[in-house]
């Protein structure tokens, strides 16, 4: 199975990337957070894989650190949560914050991520709450953050995400200010980004 891959990044995706490895594109999945931090187009990256094999796929999905990957298969461990569902999650919420929360039984948290209902969310906490401590997650500096000045927190983000994707200094500023107006200041960066690619695919 592959573990790892390193190469250029050859295309960037809402979803997804390919990784040019010696001329060949491997296919990417990554969570929103990880895709808007990976290097732009043409730049040099080295991600951490998990490869998923089905009847009918051969997917693979991309992490830029040991706690993000330890988290994903922590999180499709839990009955009836897949891989894509797992990218979901972690699109949502950081590492830290997302072992905090499973910790501390935040069902309330977790429904707040755009795809989690509150019977999946309360099955994460029932089979995760214990196992997240175990792994360790806070132990490698993935404890939850202090409140950071605005221009380090979703919002900056989303900008960095957006000008990664390809869309100029303005289009994304002005994209992120009308996300953070419809979602409001505390959205997480999931729903801003769905948000501010509403604004740029219909213009308004």
């Known amino acids: 199975m592959i573990a790892s891959l390193e190469g250029v990044v050859a295309e960037k995706n809402l979803g997804d990337a ?3 490895v010696g001329g060949v594109g491997y296919r990417v999945s990554f969570s929103l957070l990880t895709l808007s931090r990976l290097p732009d ?3 040099r990256a080295k991600v951490r894989v998990r490869t998923v094999v089905r009847e009918d796929a ?3 999905f991309g992490f830029l650190s040991r706690a993000e990957e330890d988290m994903f298969l922590l999180l499709t ?6 891989p894509r569902l797992a990218l979901t999650v972690l699109s949502g919420l950081e590492v830290g914050q ?6 501390r039984g935040e069902v309330g948290r977790l429904t707040r991520i755009h795809g989690v ?4 969310a309360e099955r994460l906490v029932l089979e995760l709450k214990d196992k997240v401590k175990v792994v360790g997650l806070e132990a490698r500096g993935e404890k939850k953050p202090a409140p950071a000045p605005a221009e380090q927190g979703p919002r900056a983000d989303l900008v960095s995400a957006l000008l990664n994707l390809g869309y100029k200094p303005p289009q994304a500023e002005k994209a992120a200010d009308a996300a953070a107006e419809r979602a409001g ?3 997480s960066f999931e729903l801003l980004f ?5 604004v740029l695919r219909t213009g308004s």
């Open 117 to 120: 209902g509150k019977k999946t």
């Open 98 to 103: 997302l072992a905090d929360a499973l910790s």
């Open 58 to 60: 051969f997917e693979l």
């Open 18 to 20: 390919v990784i040019d």
């Open 77 to 82: 461990s839990v009955s009836h949560v897949g």
């Open 41 to 43: 187009e043409g730049q």
């Open 185 to 187: 200041e505390d959205a």
């Open 194 to 198: 769905r948000e501010a690619m509403k």
